[in-house]
C-alpha cells in the first residue's frame, strides 16, 4: 500500500486518493475474512479413558462438555482433574491450530 500522492494535480492527487483507499478497504475486508476464520475454529479433545469430551472455542473457552456413565465412579476430585487435563489438551490444540 503507497501512501497518496499530493501537490502534483487534482487529477493525480483524486487517483492516488482513491487507490489508497481501495488498499485500505481490500486490507480491511482481509482482516475481517481472517478473525471470521479464526473465531470459527474449535478443537475437541476427550480423557484418556474416552470418559470426558471436551470442546473449546477459538477464545479457549468451553462450548461443549460430555461424559460418559463411568465417570459416576469417580471421586470428585479425579473428575474435576479429568475435566482441567482435558480442557487444557483442547486449548492448546486451538493455539495450534490458529497458528498453523
Known sequence: MTEPVF????ATTNAS???WAADIQA?????????????AVTATESAG?????????SAGAIKDLQFTEDLKRLPA?????????????AQARISDQVAG
Open 27 to 39: 486490507k480491511a475486508e482481509r482482516y475481517s475474512a481472517m478473525e471470521r476464520e479464526v473465531t
Open 7 to 10: 501537490g502534483v494535480d487534482a
Open 49 to 57: 479413558d474416552g470418559s470426558i469430551q471436551v470442546t473449546v472455542d
Open 77 to 89: 476430585t479425579r473428575m474435576a482433574e479429568l475435566v482441567l487435563n482435558t480442557m487444557r489438551k
Open 17 to 19: 486518493l482513491d487507490q
